[in-house]
Every structure is written in structure tokens, then in C-alpha cells.
Antibody, heavy 119, light 107 residues
Framework: EVQLVESGGGLVQPGRSMKLSCAASGFTFNNYDMAWVCQAPKKGLEWVATISYDGSSTYYRDSVKGRFTISRDNAKSTLYLQMDSLRSEDTATYYC????????????WGQGASVTVSS | DIRMTQSPASLSASLGETVNIECLASEDIYSDLAWYQQKPGKSPQLLIYNANSLQNGVPSRFSGSGSGTQYSLKINSLQSEDVATYFCQQYNNYPPTFGGGTKLELK
């Protein structure tokens, strides 16, 4: 069974940093591109970032470029999102998601990690 | 960025009814369109990809259609477990973008 389990969320002050992790199991992690997608409270879904299966390529939405870093450790089957210079508008649930090979579709999602940026 | 506009924003329907949800892209996305279902308090689940391909394990009462800039999700014979918010997503161009969602409730 494919499982994606996020961790590392919580309350953080504006301007500070937070790192999310996503532990993957039930599939060959290093065969898949992976993504982070966020959802602000009572709002819709927003793609945040994608990393290629081998970590060689990364893509970010404009609002997080230069502040967020997506990375992965294929030996540990774990995806990361380092979030720096956090802003109140980054408050959201962050989902880890698996890309279908060669498509921008996401066919498996974690349960989400809640991040609240507030003083 | 490609803008995805969903309609209606909310919808109330009866058990057994047929429901249609529309998604309009701001430019041609060549059927690179997915539909997701998000039940209350849960993460999104993939229903449809390539505009009309049913994801494994998704009931056949769900179907997708469309081309160019106009797409739709159809739910036949609405069941109680279909109460959810539905999102469309284009993946033709980076960044991938989602519609604002359609909240489906039972009448």
C-alpha cells in the first residue's frame, strides 16, 4: 500500500524557518517525481514545488522561490520542504504528493501537515 | 499562469441524481486535466486524469469529458459518499494550477 506520512508542522513566528518531512513507503520512491501542495484554511489547493525522481531538477511557485527548498533523500525514501522567511500567508496544510510518471498528475497524497505562521 | 475556473462553486443534489461540474481553462490545455475529490478533513484523491481516464479503483459512476479549454466531471446516480469538494487541475504548463473547487452537498 502506498503511504505518504508528513511530519514537522506546527506554530512558527513570521520570519522564522520550519522543515517538513514526508516518509514514503509501499512503492519505489526513487522512481517518482514528488511534490508539495498546500491548502490555506477553507481555501483551494495550490501547488508549491516539485522535485524530479533523482533530485536533479526542482520547480517552485513564484511566491516561494528563494524562500522554500524542496529536497529528497532516496536512501531514506523521504521528501523534505525547508521553509525559510515564513510569512502569515504561508499558513496552510502542506500535502506531500506523488507524481504519476511523465505527468503533472498527483496520484497519491499524504494526510497533510499543518503550518501556522503567527506571532 | 493558466487560470482554472470551476462552476458552480457549490451544489446541492439528491441521492440518485446526476451531477455535472464544469472547469474552464484560460487557454488550451490539450486534455491535460485531472479531477480530484476531497472529503471533509481528508486529503485529495485522484479521480480522473487526461480529461477522461478513470483512476484505478474509482467507481464507474464518475466520468470526465472535454477538450481545449472546457472540461466537465459527471457523477451519475449520486451516492452519500460522494459528498465532497471537487477540484480540477491542469498539468499542461508549469505551474500546475487548480480550480477553486466545487462543494457538493446532499439536498
Amino acid at each position: 500500500e502506498v503511504q505518504l506520512v508528513e511530519s514537522g508542522g506546527g506554530l512558527v513566528q513570521p520570519g522564522r524557518s520550519m522543515k517538513l518531512s514526508c516518509a514514503a513507503s509501499g512503492f519505489t520512491f526513487n522512481n517518482y517525481d514528488m511534490a508539495w501542495v498546500c491548502q490555506a484554511p477553507k481555501k483551494g489547493l495550490e501547488w508549491v514545488a516539485t522535485i524530479s525522481y533523482d533530485g536533479s531538477s526542482t520547480y517552485y511557485r513564484d511566491s516561494v522561490k528563494g524562500r522554500f527548498t524542496i529536497s529528497r533523500d532516496n536512501a531514506k525514501s523521504t521528501l523534505y520542504l525547508q521553509m525559510d522567511s515564513l510569512r502569515s500567508e504561508d499558513t496552510a496544510t502542506y500535502y506531500c504528493a506523488r507524481h504519476v510518471p511523465n505527468f503533472g498528475v498527483m496520484d497519491a497524497w499524504g494526510q497533510g501537515a499543518s503550518v501556522t505562521v503567527s506571532s | 499562469d493558466i487560470r482554472m475556473t470551476q462552476s458552480p462553486a457549490s451544489l446541492s443534489a439528491s441521492l440518485g441524481e446526476t451531477v455535472n461540474i464544469e472547469c474552464l481553462a484560460s487557454e488550451d490545455i490539450y486534455s491535460d486535466l485531472a479531477w480530484y475529490q476531497q472529503k471533509p478533513g481528508k486529503s485529495p484523491q485522484l479521480l480522473i486524469y487526461n480529461a477522461n481516464s478513470l483512476q484505478n479503483g474509482v467507481p464507474s459512476r464518475f466520468s470526465g469529458s472535454g477538450s481545449g479549454t472546457q472540461y466537465s466531471l459527471k457523477i451519475n446516480s449520486l451516492q452519500s459518499e460522494d459528498v465532497a469538494t471537487y477540484f480540477c487541475q491542469q498539468y499542461n504548463n508549469y505551474p500546475p494550477t487548480f480550480g477553486g473547487g466545487t462543494k457538493l452537498e446532499l439536498k
